[in-house]
């Protein structure tokens, strides 16, 4: 009895052994894949830098701005340390050499790498999961003036432009690009390029709108704003951005107006900006206007012009902020007392907020009676006088 007790203990020693080192094998298999993969992952920026450098020469803070969607599509999160390790390692800033704009989680991992001195821009395209590789690279010089010095080089862009040449984001890259390199693109306004992920009118008409209500309505503790960006446009990112004024925390209320209503508020309507000040137990609701007409005129942009020409032409002008002083392209076109019941009925669904405050009647025409504000309309802005 005790011999066949004692070959019982040994094989079930056998056995606890035996599974205590598939247990270890298992894991070892496990940290050696989890390895593997690391390194891939780090190899992958390691090219992505290296294939950038032999296009464009040496990488380093003065002539370079790398602009990428890396950690918005589906886990590429996974880049990060690696990508800001390649990116350090050559003496960039993250405030003066790089742009990380949003993307869908279904879009592709992308890295455009625009050298300044020579105009010249690499973009590259990876591929990872089953296999990490660049999959798609090309270098083109993007140089604003040089594209458009022309008829025939316009023309040679559009064609690029319309082959996708950077995979559908050649707006975006010039003119960001082109903007960084005059030196006088705002890094604030670089910030809201990081939601909206491309540079144009829109988004910059937001910026000088966004600075317009912080200089005569200063944003001070205890001050609010809520926005409703009526009519729409690229503008509503800056106020996300600037103000944390997202549609999920009721800050920004955004729909649309017809042509007829917007020609009967008159003044180019922007939005309304209520500002709620608890500190002196007031809102005020401040409607602006902003004149993209008076804008191309100042800028010089001409109707048969490509996009990326008037655009960024658009762009240019309002990165000097000399020109948003310019008579008729910010307009306050009413400041109205409201209330909560008002500011409660004007975010309800189906309501024209411009309708609630008396600018128009519910036919969508001028109602200048209400609230006694003769000629709606007209450009009212006693801050500026």
């Excluded at 030196?183 to 540079?199: A, I, K, V």
């Amino acid at each position: 009895m005790i011999g066949r007790s004692v070959i019982a203990n040994r094989k079930i020693k056998t056995k606890i052994i035996d599974f205590v080192l598939l247990t270890i094998l298992v894991f070892s298999l496990g940290s050696i894949q989890g390895m593997a993969a690391e390194a891939d992952n780090q190899e992958l920026m390691t090219r992505v830098f290296a294939a950038a450098e032999e296009s464009l020469g040496d990488i380093g803070p003065e002539d370079t701005l790398i602009i990428t969607d890396i950690g918005s599509p589906a886990e590429s999160y996974v880049f990060l340390d690696d990508f800001y390790s390649e990116f350090y390692g050559r003496e960039l800033l993250y405030t003066k050499n790089l742009l990380i704009v949003q993307n869908a989680r279904n879009a592709p991992l992308w890295f455009a790498f625009f050298d300044k001195s020579s105009g010249d821009c690499t973009f590259i395209e990876v591929s990872y999961g089953d296999e990490n590789k660049v999959s798609y690279q090309v270098t083109e010089n993007i140089n604003f003036d040089a594209l458009s010095e022309s008829p025939e080089s316009v023309a040679a862009w559009n064609e690029k432009v319309g082959s996708k040449v950077f995979d559908g984001r050649e707006f975006a890259i010039l003119t960001i690009s082109n903007g960084w390199a005059t030196g006088s693109l705002d890094y604030e306004l670089m910030q809201c390029l990081e939601l909206h992920n491309h540079f144009c009118p829109g988004v910059s008409s937001g910026y000088v709108l966004a600075n317009w209500m912080e200089e005569n309505y200063p944003l001070e503790e205890g001050v609010s704003y809520t926005v409703f960006s009526c009519p729409n446009w690229c503008k509503e990112d800056v106020f996300v951005k600037r103000w944390d004024a997202s549609p999920g925390k009721g800050g920004v209320w955004v729909s649309a107006l017809t042509a007829e209503e917007i020609e009967a508020i008159g003044g180019s309507p922007a939005g309304i900006f209520v500002v709620t000040d608890k500190n002196a137990g007031t809102m005020q609701a401040v409607v602006l206007g902003f004149d993209f007409d008076a804008l191309s005129a100042e800028c010089g942009a001409k109707e048969d012009d490509p996009a990326w020409v008037s655009k960024y032409l658009r762009d240019l002008c309002l990165m000097d902020r000399k020109n948003w002083d310019k008579e008729g392209l910010v307009t306050e076109i009413a400041v109205i007392d409201i209330d909560e019941d008002t500011l409660s009925e004007m975010k309800q669904a189906g309501a024209n907020p411009y309708v609630v405050l008396g600018l128009l009647n519910p036919a969508g025409n001028v109602n200048p009676s209400r609230n006694g504000f003769p000629g709606i309309g007209r450009w009212m802005n006693k801050s500026k006088a």
